[in-house]
T-cell receptor, first 117, second 115 residues
Framework: EPEVTQTPSHQVTQMGQEVILRCVPISNHLYFYWYRQILGQKVEFLVSFYNNEISEKSEIFDDQFSVERPDGSNFTLKIRSTKLEDSAMYFC???????????????FGSGTQLSVL | AQKITQTQPGMFVQEKEAVTLDCTYDTSDPSYGLFWYKQPSSGEMIFLIYQGSYDQQNATEGRYSLNFQKARKSANLVISASQLGDSAMYFCAMRLTSGTYKYIFGTGTRLKVLA
């Protein structure tokens, strides 16, 4: 079965540094997402991306965050100046269909564990 | 606003027995999808089962079934014949079919299957 690929699996950074988390969604999928999970708890929505633009973002997704799909295959999440509270597991996800197709399940990557020191 | 509630932070079940994980949701939108995901200790999110708001029958996928009670706004996951490998975190999620692209998740239930 096709899968969403995320790199790196672990990222350690110093507070204030920029990080870029990378994802390769499933090739024919149209909708892309970033979620984060702190300490194995709630899965929090960050941003959704469709047709090369952000379609929706949460209050967590402030000016320090940005997303890009630079080359039609990669989907990146950038955190410009990391804070301690950004430490979390970041999941990339993608889905195939139109949002009206409620049955479209999310396919998740295996996540990037970000640790901010 | 849409909301998913999972009131059981942790559950235990004996191997080979059935277990029900609770999920209630809140939305005023008539059209939505409900999903269950499993997250084992390795961390990946695995899709288990889907139920559409207009589906007349409860969804089933192997040992997983979804007890959908629309009037009560509940979508409980039933795992039959539990196996040790079912020990994991389970998340209920909802997606509307208009006005938003996002899936929202509950806080999860940690299931431990006992030998």
């Amino acid at each position: 079965e096709p899968e969403v690929t995320q790199t790196p699996s672990h990222q350690v950074t110093q507070m204030g540094q920029e990080v870029i988390l990378r994802c390769v969604p499933i090739s024919n999928h149209l909708y892309f997402y970033w979620y984060r999970q702190i300490l194995g708890q709630k899965v929090e929505f960050l941003v959704s991306f469709y047709n090369n633009e952000i379609s929706e973002k949460s209050e967590i997704f402030d000016d320090q965050f940005s997303v890009e799909r630079p080359d039609g295959s990669n989907f990146t999440l950038k955190i410009r100046s990391t804070k301690l509270e950004d430490s979390a597991m970041y999941f990339c996800a993608s889905s195939l269909g139109h949002p009206e197709w409620g049955s479209e399940k999310l396919f998740f990557g295996s996540g990037t564990q970000l640790s901010v020191l | 606003a849409q909301k998913i509630t999972q009131t059981q932070p942790g559950m235990f079940v004996q191997e080979k027995e059935a277990v029900t994980l609770d999920c209630t949701y809140d939305t005023s939108d008539p059209s939505y999808g409900l999903f269950w995901y499993k997250q084992p200790s390795s961390g990946e999110m695995i899709f288990l089962i889907y139920q559409g708001s207009y589906d007349q029958q409860n969804a089933t996928e192997g040992r997983y079934s979804l007890n959908f009670q629309k009037a009560r706004k509940s979508a409980n996951l039933v795992i039959s014949a539990s196996q040790l490998g079912d020990s994991a975190m389970y998340f209920c999620a909802m997606r509307l079919t208009s006005g938003t692209y996002k899936y929202i998740f509950g806080t999860g239930t940690r299931l431990k299957v006992l030998a």
